[in-house]
Each structure stands twice: as structure tokens, then as C-alpha cells.
């Protein structure tokens, strides 16, 4: 063989060998570990095939990601991994929806990854609205897992101590509610005698409202004194002071009066059926993680305005 043809020969071997290096990189990427925020590309697709698996893989890395970013997880650990089933669509009515008849929450696709509509996208690059839906949303989920062991018989054969708080709740605030008719006047008021139903979905409402305004209020002072816990903590308790002035913690319910829902979809409460402070209390106390030494000081600071609420009748 001549000199040329054995350079000939090498060569068109470089260029296979490139080649197949060049398909192998190509195969790598597409199929292999290619690492994102709270895991693998590859395992968050795969995941996608069965229901449990991705549910378990998404709420192990929400918990990681809301630890990171300081916020509220303590209501989160209770749940098991594969309790909330996430979904996405394209949601017109509502930012998001929860459906406790299938432990399913509904999310719209700029939540997800990419807006693909498979996986919850990572927390770190959601808004500060984002994560108040989403936390609202959570805090509806975490409602129904205590119904739902209620009705196993409960961990200790007993009813879960929120749920039980939440039960008397609805009975002496949420059964009489004042309503307002018209969302366009809402100084304009009437009082409404509510269903089970009806009266369990507005405390669900009003509370899950406080849980987002706490964790958008949270980001906004995080991001606004940096560095300045002290003054993190004395503008959140000013906005929550001014917060509950304003009658902001309001929920609403659907009615089920089918003729009723033809004039209004939801009934918004009026601020005589606002959250209390009470209910307030419990909730940063029991769900969100306010340390002890922030609770006392928040309390202090409320003093005034929760003189001034209208005692419940429990």
C-alpha cells in the first residue's frame, strides 16, 4: 500500500471517529443526566409517565427550594410526598384551582417548566405573585389532607388540632357571615346565613388568603431591606396592622343556589367577616414558621387593633 493511500485511510478514520464522538455528545445531552434546578432534565420527563412518581419527585424539590428561599415549610413536611396530584392548564376563570375530591391542584402553564404544562417550574424564578397563588394554593391542599385524615380516624384516632379550631370557626364566624352584593361597593353589606358548604369554603378562602398575603409580604421585605431583619420586621407588622384596617384577609364562596350563581359566581365576605385576629394567631402559630420571639413581637405590635375587633361569639 503506498504512502498516500494508508494517509487516506487514516483520515477517513479521524472522520468517522469524530463523527461518532460528535453523536455520542449529541445522545448525552438529549437523553442523559443534563442537571437543572431540582434535579435532571431526563428524570423530570421520565417522571412524567406515572402520576405518583412525579408528584413525589416535584414535592421533595418544592420543600428543598422553599427552605432555600426562607419560606414557610413546616405545613408542607406534614403531607405525604404523592398526596397533591399538580396539574397545568391554560385556566381562564382562576389563577389556579384545587379539587379536593382527587387531592388535585390545577396551576396555570407559566407555572410550569418551560410553560410545557409538565413540571412545576423551579420556585427561585417565579414572581412574588407566583408564589403567593401557589402557596394559596398549598395551604388549600393542606385543608384537605387534615379532612382526609379526619376521616381515616387521624394519626392518633383523633381530629387533627387546626381542623378542630377550623370546625368551631366555621360554626360561630363563617355560619352568619356578612356578604357584599356588589364587589364594586364594598361598604355596602348584608348579612347571609351560609350552608355547611358554603360556610367552610369561606373560612378555606380567608385563610388561604392570609397564607399568600404572609408570603408575599414575606419576598416584598426580604427584597426591599436586604440585609435588615429589624426593619423586615417592623414594616411587616405595619402592613398587617394596616392590613386588617383595610378588611384585606376577605374570602368568598360559591353559592349553591343554582339561580343565586347565575347573578354572582362568587360572594365575596364583607370586612365585619374578615379574618381575626385570633384566627390569625393560630395560623402563623400552627402553619406558617413564625419562631417564637416574631410571634411575641408581632402580637405587641397588634395589641391596638386587636382590642378593637368585634369578639366571636366562641
Known amino acids: 500500500m503506498s504512502v498516500a493511500s494508508r494517509l487516506s485511510a487514516r483520515f477517513r478514520l479521524v472522520v468517522r471517529v469524530s463523527v461518532l464522538l460528535r453523536l455520542g455528545l449529541f445522545l448525552v445531552l438529549v437523553f442523559g443526566w443534563w442537571k437543572w434546578p431540582g434535579g435532571s432534565w431526563a428524570g423530570a420527563v421520565s417522571a412524567v409517565g406515572g402520576d405518583r412518581s412525579v408528584s413525589e419527585s416535584t414535592w421533595s424539590r418544592l420543600i428543598v427550594e422553599a427552605d432555600r428561599l426562607h419560606l414557610p415549610t413546616k405545613f408542607l413536611k406534614q403531607m405525604p410526598e404523592d398526596f397533591i396530584r399538580f396539574e397545568f392548564d391554560d385556566l381562564r ?13 390545577v396551576l396555570n402553564r407559566s407555572l410550569s ?9 423551579p420556585l427561585r424564578t417565579m414572581t412574588h405573585q407566583e408564589l403567593q397563588v401557589l402557596y394559596h394554593e398549598l395551604f388549600h391542599g393542606y385543608m ?22 377550623a370546625r368551631k370557626q366555621q360554626v360561630c364566624r363563617y355560619g352568619t357571615a356578612a356578604i357584599v352584593p356588589l364587589a364594586q361597593r364594598p361598604h355596602e353589606i348584608e348579612v347571609r346565613y351560609l350552608t355547611e358548604a358554603e360556610s367552610w369554603e369561606a373560612l378555606n378562602e380567608t385563610w388561604a388568603v392570609f397564607i ?3 408570603i408575599w409580604n414575606q419576598l416584598e421585605m426580604q427584597g426591599k431591606y436586604h440585609g435588615r431583619p429589624e426593619r423586615q420586621k417592623e414594616q411587616w407588622a405595619e402592613r398587617l396592622k394596616t392590613a386588617f384596617a383595610q378588611g384585606e384577609f376577605r374570602g368568598y364562596y360559591v353559592p349553591q343556589d343554582a339561580e343565586e350563581r347565575r347573578v354572582a359566581q362568587k360572594r365575596f365576605l364583607g370586612k365585619p367577616s374578615q379574618l381575626s385576629w385570633s384566627e390569625a394567631e393560630v395560623l402563623m402559630s400552627q402553619v406558617l414558621d413564625f ?11 397588634q395589641k391596638a387593633s386587636s382590642a378593637d375587633e368585634t369578639p366571636a361569639s366562641c
Do not use: I
Not at 93 to 105: F, I, K, L, V
Open 93 to 105: 376563570t382562576y389563577a389556579a384551582e384545587y379539587h379536593p375530591g382527587d387531592h388535585r391542584m
Open 113 to 121: 417548566f418551560n410553560a410545557a404544562g409538565a413540571v412545576l417550574k
Open 144 to 165: 384537605d389532607y387534615l379532612t382526609t385524615l379526619e376521616d381515616q380516624g387521624g394519626e392518633a384516632g383523633g381530629t387533627p388540632e387546626l381542623l378542630r379550631f
Open 291 to 301: 419562631s417564637v420571639e416574631s410571634f411575641r413581637s408581632l402580637k405587641r405590635s
Open 212 to 214: 399568600g398575603w404572609v
